[in-house]
Protein backbone atom coordinates (compact mmCIF):
# COMPACT_ATOMS: atom_id res chain seq x y z
CA UNK A 1 0.00 0.00 0.00
CA UNK A 2 1.84 3.26 -1.10
CA UNK A 3 2.33 6.00 1.51
CA UNK A 4 -0.77 8.59 1.83
CA UNK A 5 0.52 12.10 2.66
CA UNK A 6 -2.86 13.31 4.18
CA UNK A 7 -3.15 14.70 7.32
CA UNK A 8 -3.85 12.29 10.30
CA UNK A 9 -6.72 13.41 12.40
CA UNK A 10 -6.36 12.67 15.89
CA UNK A 11 -9.88 11.53 17.24
CA UNK A 12 -11.09 14.23 19.26
CA UNK A 13 -8.79 17.03 17.60
CA UNK A 14 -11.07 17.60 15.29
CA UNK A 15 -9.99 19.60 11.30
CA UNK A 16 -6.17 19.26 11.42
CA UNK A 17 -3.99 22.81 12.20
CA UNK A 18 -4.15 25.66 9.73
CA UNK A 19 -1.12 28.02 10.74
CA UNK A 20 -1.56 31.22 9.89
CA UNK A 21 1.40 34.27 10.24
CA UNK A 22 0.90 36.35 12.96
CA UNK A 23 3.79 38.87 13.52
CA UNK A 24 6.28 37.58 16.51
CA UNK A 25 6.04 40.23 18.85
CA UNK A 26 1.81 39.72 19.14
CA UNK A 27 2.27 35.84 19.35
CA UNK A 28 4.90 36.22 22.62
CA UNK A 29 2.71 38.84 23.84
CA UNK A 30 -0.21 36.46 23.57
CA UNK A 31 2.06 33.55 24.97
CA UNK A 32 2.37 35.37 28.10
CA UNK A 33 -0.94 36.35 28.72
CA UNK A 34 -2.27 32.74 28.17
CA UNK A 35 0.15 32.09 31.11
CA UNK A 36 -0.81 34.70 33.17
CA UNK A 37 -4.39 33.79 32.57
CA UNK A 38 -4.32 29.99 33.29
CA UNK A 39 -2.21 29.54 35.77
CA UNK A 40 -3.76 31.85 38.26
CA UNK A 41 -7.04 30.13 37.31
CA UNK A 42 -5.35 26.93 37.98
CA UNK A 43 -4.02 27.52 41.44
CA UNK A 44 -7.05 29.49 42.70
CA UNK A 45 -9.46 26.24 41.48
CA UNK A 46 -7.08 24.49 43.36
CA UNK A 47 -7.31 26.71 47.02
CA UNK A 48 -10.83 26.61 46.15
CA UNK A 49 -11.66 23.30 46.04
CA UNK A 50 -9.96 22.86 49.28
CA UNK A 51 -12.07 25.62 51.06
CA UNK A 52 -15.01 24.49 49.29
CA UNK A 53 -14.56 20.81 51.04
CA UNK A 54 -13.91 22.61 53.96
CA UNK A 55 -16.22 24.64 54.67
CA UNK A 56 -19.24 22.61 53.15
CA UNK A 57 -18.87 19.98 55.86
CA UNK A 58 -18.16 22.02 58.32
CA UNK A 59 -21.84 23.46 57.60
CA UNK A 60 -24.84 22.99 60.05
CA UNK A 61 -26.39 21.21 57.49
CA UNK A 62 -23.75 18.68 57.24
CA UNK A 63 -25.39 15.96 58.72
CA UNK A 64 -27.77 15.93 55.93
CA UNK A 65 -27.12 13.33 52.83
CA UNK A 66 -27.93 15.61 50.37
CA UNK A 67 -25.70 18.53 51.72
CA UNK A 68 -22.84 15.88 51.08
CA UNK A 69 -23.85 15.35 47.38
CA UNK A 70 -23.89 19.27 47.63
CA UNK A 71 -20.52 19.35 48.16
CA UNK A 72 -19.53 16.88 45.99
CA UNK A 73 -21.05 18.44 42.95
CA UNK A 74 -19.18 21.74 44.19
CA UNK A 75 -16.21 19.54 43.71
CA UNK A 76 -16.80 18.90 40.03
CA UNK A 77 -17.49 22.41 39.62
CA UNK A 78 -14.20 23.16 40.87
CA UNK A 79 -12.52 20.04 38.71
CA UNK A 80 -14.51 22.20 36.06
CA UNK A 81 -12.64 25.34 36.56
CA UNK A 82 -8.80 23.86 36.54
CA UNK A 83 -9.74 22.16 33.20
CA UNK A 84 -10.43 25.33 32.28
CA UNK A 85 -6.78 26.77 33.65
CA UNK A 86 -5.16 23.65 31.92
CA UNK A 87 -6.96 24.99 28.65
CA UNK A 88 -6.35 28.51 28.23
CA UNK A 89 -2.53 26.96 29.41
CA UNK A 90 -2.86 24.06 26.68
CA UNK A 91 -4.06 27.50 24.37
CA UNK A 92 -0.04 28.23 24.39
CA UNK A 93 0.33 25.52 21.68
CA UNK A 94 -1.82 27.53 19.42
CA UNK A 95 0.06 30.26 19.50
CA UNK A 96 4.09 29.86 18.68
CA UNK A 97 7.46 31.21 16.29
CA UNK A 98 4.53 33.66 14.39
CA UNK A 99 2.21 31.40 13.99
CA UNK A 100 -1.40 30.94 14.91
CA UNK A 101 -3.16 27.43 14.41
CA UNK A 102 -6.98 28.95 13.93
CA UNK A 103 -8.46 25.22 14.45
CA UNK A 104 -6.98 24.66 17.36
CA UNK A 105 -7.39 28.06 18.65
CA UNK A 106 -11.22 27.36 18.09
CA UNK A 107 -11.51 24.23 19.67
CA UNK A 108 -9.73 25.53 22.95
CA UNK A 109 -12.74 28.36 22.90
CA UNK A 110 -15.26 25.87 22.60
CA UNK A 111 -13.74 23.31 25.08
CA UNK A 112 -13.64 26.84 27.56
CA UNK A 113 -17.08 27.03 26.95
CA UNK A 114 -18.26 23.45 27.38
CA UNK A 115 -15.73 23.35 31.14
CA UNK A 116 -17.78 26.88 32.01
CA UNK A 117 -20.93 25.46 30.95
CA UNK A 118 -20.47 22.20 33.24
CA UNK A 119 -19.51 24.43 36.22
CA UNK A 120 -22.17 26.38 35.89
CA UNK A 121 -24.28 23.56 35.93
CA UNK A 122 -22.34 22.01 38.45
CA UNK A 123 -23.04 25.22 41.13
CA UNK A 124 -26.09 25.51 40.46
CA UNK A 125 -26.76 21.86 41.48
CA UNK A 126 -24.53 22.72 44.51
CA UNK A 127 -26.79 25.97 45.40
CA UNK A 128 -29.97 23.83 45.19
CA UNK A 129 -28.62 21.05 47.60
CA UNK A 130 -27.46 23.65 50.00
CA UNK A 131 -30.89 25.69 50.17
CA UNK A 132 -32.74 22.79 50.34
CA UNK A 133 -30.95 21.17 53.34
CA UNK A 134 -31.96 24.61 55.07
CA UNK A 135 -35.01 24.80 57.26
CA UNK A 136 -36.51 22.92 60.53
CA UNK A 137 -33.24 23.32 63.00
CA UNK A 138 -30.41 24.53 60.18
CA UNK A 139 -30.88 27.71 59.03
CA UNK A 140 -29.13 30.43 56.63
CA UNK A 141 -25.83 31.71 58.71
CA UNK A 142 -22.74 33.01 58.12
CA UNK A 143 -21.24 29.69 57.22
CA UNK A 144 -24.10 29.19 54.76
CA UNK A 145 -23.51 32.28 52.86
CA UNK A 146 -19.53 31.76 52.76
CA UNK A 147 -20.32 28.85 51.04
CA UNK A 148 -22.83 29.85 48.71
CA UNK A 149 -20.26 33.13 47.87
CA UNK A 150 -17.29 30.76 47.06
CA UNK A 151 -20.00 28.84 44.93
CA UNK A 152 -20.16 31.97 42.85
CA UNK A 153 -16.45 32.60 42.72
CA UNK A 154 -16.02 29.51 40.75
CA UNK A 155 -18.46 30.57 38.35
CA UNK A 156 -16.18 34.25 37.59
CA UNK A 157 -13.40 31.50 37.50
CA UNK A 158 -14.62 30.01 34.33
CA UNK A 159 -15.93 33.05 32.81
CA UNK A 160 -13.29 34.71 33.24
CA UNK A 161 -10.74 31.87 31.78
CA UNK A 162 -13.02 31.91 28.48
CA UNK A 163 -13.67 35.46 28.58
CA UNK A 164 -9.67 36.21 28.38
CA UNK A 165 -8.87 33.25 26.66
CA UNK A 166 -11.09 35.01 23.74
CA UNK A 167 -10.10 38.19 23.92
CA UNK A 168 -6.25 37.18 23.85
CA UNK A 169 -6.83 35.34 21.03
CA UNK A 170 -9.48 37.42 18.95
CA UNK A 171 -7.08 40.13 18.93
CA UNK A 172 -4.71 38.04 16.94
CA UNK A 173 -7.80 37.46 14.46
CA UNK A 174 -8.44 34.47 15.15
Known sequence: MP????????AGRGEPPRWV???????????ARLALTGLPVVGVALVL???????????????????VIGVMTAGIAVFCAM?????????RSCVRDGYVDVNGSRLVRRLLGVWWGAAIFCVLGAWFA????????????????????LLAVVLVLGGVAFFATSNILGRLRV
Do not use: H, K, Q
Not at 21 to 31: C, G, I, K, N, S
Not at 49 to 67: E, K, Q, T, W, Y
Not at 83 to 88: E, N
Open 83 to 91: LSGASVLSA
Open 130 to 149: EVMTLGGDVRFGLGSAVYLA
Open 49 to 67: GIVLVVVGLNLPSARNPIN
Open 21 to 31: PVPADRVERAR
Open 3 to 10: WDARPVIV
